[in-house]
């Protein structure tokens, strides 16, 4: 099969919620639900910390998309079927009727990612398949961002992405990491999957059991950082709307081959929640892609890029129009760019995810990517014992 072929697909416009009562009713279960409640991670930790020195698992997915997605619900189905009811039901859905309102809502977001993305829809079919799970329950655990925004984040922050390129970088590659900051309970599960697509380039995902694609690296050379937008006043307000999730957005993205491709492909997207996507390609392009679900924002640059929530100026601002500052450690990460350059490399790359307090007790994983050699560099953070883990996506 030519490799530069894609399945032609037609996009069905993601309605915000046109069912007011269904929205009414999900808006109001799903605020009321505190995800993460405003306490200190010794409290969030688990009863049994897990051993530091976790290494990352790599698994090879290969064939066509539904045979693709049938494998990984093999290879993870019980990994699956626990996040679904640790991370899903426990704290979104208190009771049937909660399940059922959320069921039916990731059912309809299951209607426009077929319409979006035949390939993935197909692939999360065989998931569910091979899971033994519902399909709407494979979508409403891709749905985990934009649920996790109606609970209240915790106080210690979210992640830090950061891209570097030429003429900043030393070695004249070309960098895109992040510290992943998230829920202490899935410390140790992520692992690396290798999606080899006839379809177009191979993925090589950095995952967890149901979100098969949370970041990761491609063989075009394009890789994808991110993190969530802030719930402060500078934020769209309202719900997610029915549209596509933000973790199946991000592996139809690494789907393409360039970030032109890239970034049609993310406006056609009737995105359902919000995020802050940090790209780069192997030729030092440097792209931001910031969602909520009412408008996008796209900006181009070279050198290097930090985010820590929204940054450019059509979403970084405040009801009243004025530009909102820069979160501190996304001002933080600029400095440690700038007074890099010159000698910015992986080593020094590293530093700066290692630097507090960009890297802090919610930090369960640190990654790199160099989009230039198609290598990816992941430890377990200040969690773990901190060695890194080379892959290839090739």
């Not at 979006?116 to 799970?133: D, F, N, R």
């Not at 999957?193 to 970041?215: F, N, Q």
């Not at 530093?351 to 890297?359: E, F, M, N, R, V």
Request: proline share 7%; charged share 20%.
């Amino acid at each position: 099969m030519d490799r530069s072929s894609r399945r032609a697909s037609s996009l069905k416009r993601g309605r915000r919620f046109a069912r007011r009562e269904f929205l009414a009713h999900l808006g109001a279960s799903v605020a009321g639900i505190s995800v993460m409640p405003a306490i200190g991670p010794r409290e969030m930790a688990l009863a049994s910390e897990p051993p530091r020195d976790v290494p990352y698992p790599l698994t090879i997915i290969e064939g066509p998309p539904h045979q693709r997605g049938r494998q990984y619900g093999q290879a993870f189905a019980q990994g699956i079927r626990d996040f679904l009811q640790r991370e899903i039901y426990v704290p979104f859905g208190t009771d049937q009727a909660q399940r059922e309102e959320l069921l039916r809502y990731a059912g309809e977001c299951a209607k426009e990612i077929a319409a979006y993305s035949p390939e993935v829809a197909e692939e999360l079919a065989g998931m569910a398949e091979a899971a033994q799970i519902r399909l709407e329950e494979a979508v409403l655990i891709t749905l985990h961002e934009e649920l996790y925004h109606r609970g209240k984040l915790p106080a210690a922050g979210h992640c830090t992405a950061i891209a570097a390129g030429p003429p900043h970088t030393s070695d004249g590659n070309t960098y895109v990491a992040m510290t992943w900051d998230w829920m202490p309970s899935v410390f140790g599960q992520s692992s690396m999957v290798l999606w080899r697509r006839d379809e177009g380039p191979d993925v090589l995902g950095y995952a967890y059991p149901g979100l098969w694609v949370g970041a990761g690296l491609n063989s075009a050379g394009i890789a994808l950082c991110w993190t969530s937008a802030s719930l402060g006043e500078n934020v769209d307000g309202g719900g997610p709307r029915i549209g596509i999730p933000a973790y199946v957005l991000i592996a139809h993205l690494l789907y393409q081959d360039t970030l032109d491709k890239v970034v049609t492909e993310a406006r056609r997207a009737s995105q359902a929640g919000w995020f802050t996507f940090v790209l780069a390609d192997a030729g030092g392009g440097l792209v931001n892609i910031e969602a909520s679900p009412k408008r996008l924002a796209v900006q181009h640059t070279r050198g290097r890029l930090a985010r820590v929530y929204y940054g450019t100026p059509e979403m970084n601002q405040k009801p009243d129009g004025q530009p909102g500052a820069l979160h501190p450690k996304c001002q933080q990460a600029y400095d440690l760019l700038d007074a890099a350059r010159g000698d910015l490399d992986r080593q020094a790359v590293e530093k700066i995810l290692a630097t507090p307090p960009i890297t802090n007790d919610m930090t369960i994983d640190q990654m790199i990517f160099n989009t230039s050699s198609r290598k990816a560099f992941l430890n377990r953070g200040p969690r773990g014992a901190g060695v890194w883990q080379e892959f290839a996506v090739e």
